[in-house]
């Protein structure tokens, strides 16, 4: 087992690095992975098990002691990158089904590489991890309810329809993990190493896909939706980090905020993208995967660096995730 824990360590470690690969695969040979698109839905099912399998009373201590953190923290997830997502769309003039995938990647929760990410910009680790936990949770509900809101201008959606994959996808396989780690915890306490291997292959597996799908839009219009993506996920690390210090939290509670918002559940996006509306509107999501995976260890790289402001909060609770 010693063998497995290293290499899925360094998987995990190099997450982005394999996403970059595998997409310029996918790109490249597109006959090897066109394949994927039709099990989008169970490699995400896999890696939202695996977010059951790791869950723990301790994750939610802060949701306890700092409550309305966690509830700043979820509010701000679910109305900045949406209403970002809006803006942009409307303002650049977006076509109809990159404005789709861009509101769509907006409206999703939080993905488990920005608690990856807090953790090395040594942000508060713990809200983080609640803040995901949460948000992943209010998913079947919030997230179709604002692609609702903010896409229907662009291409028709089904709430009923979108629930119910976000469920299937999400919420069910989590509910999954959880039992199986209550019946079977001693099992699970030795596989769970392996974990950060099958977010990393599944992750890479959806984004491959994605991207082979596309791979003549991608020579259209991949430019103007890499810009978009920038922007976007820019603007979310930025609008997360002020509002969290406009409500006075401490340093690394602000770092936390800011990569939180401006990560995305991006896995997500793109499933949900090319079950409900079509190809092309996942490729936003596939190019966030990409992009948010290297512009937050950069972020995180530069802040770990940094002199601290504040350290209060810094290292309580901190524990290194699994995924």
Known sequence: MEWLKKISGFAGQTFGLWVIVFAGLGF???????????????????????????????????????????????????????????????????PAEIAAGVILVGCCPGGTASNVMTFLAKGNTALSVAVTTISTLLA????????????????????????VSIMQAVLLPIVLGVIVKLFFRKQVGQAVHA????????????????????REHLLQSGLLIVCVVILHNGIGYLLGFLGAKLFRMDYASQKAIAIEVGMQ????????????????????????????????????????????????????????PLS
């Open 28 to 94: 490249a040979c597109p006959d090897l992975f066109s394949w994927i698109s039709s099990y989008m839905t169970i490699f995400l099912g896999i890696i939202m098990f695996g977010m059951g399998l790791t869950l723990q009373a301790d994750d939610f201590k802060e949701l306890i002691r700092k409550p309305w953190h966690v509830v700043i923290g979820v509010i701000a997830q679910f109305t900045i990158m949406p209403l970002t997502a809006f803006c942009l769309s409307v303002g650049l003039r977006l």
């Open 195 to 214: 974990l950060p291997l099958v977010s990393v292959i599944g992750i890479v597996a959806i984004v491959s896909s994605v991207v082979s799908v596309n």
């Open 140 to 163: 079947p509900i919030v997230t179709p309810a604002l692609i609702m809101l903010f896409a229907k201008e662009w291409l028709p959606v089904s709430f009923g329809s979108l629930f």
């Open 265 to 320: 559940n991006s896995g997500l996006g793109a499933a949900l993208a090319t079950a409900h509306f079509s190809p092309l509107s996942a490729v936003p999501s596939a190019i966030f995967s990409i992009w948010h995976n290297l512009s937050g260890s950069i972020l995180a790289t530069y802040w770990s660096k940094k002199k601290e402001k504040n350290s209060i909060g810094e290292d309580e609770n901190v524990k290194i």
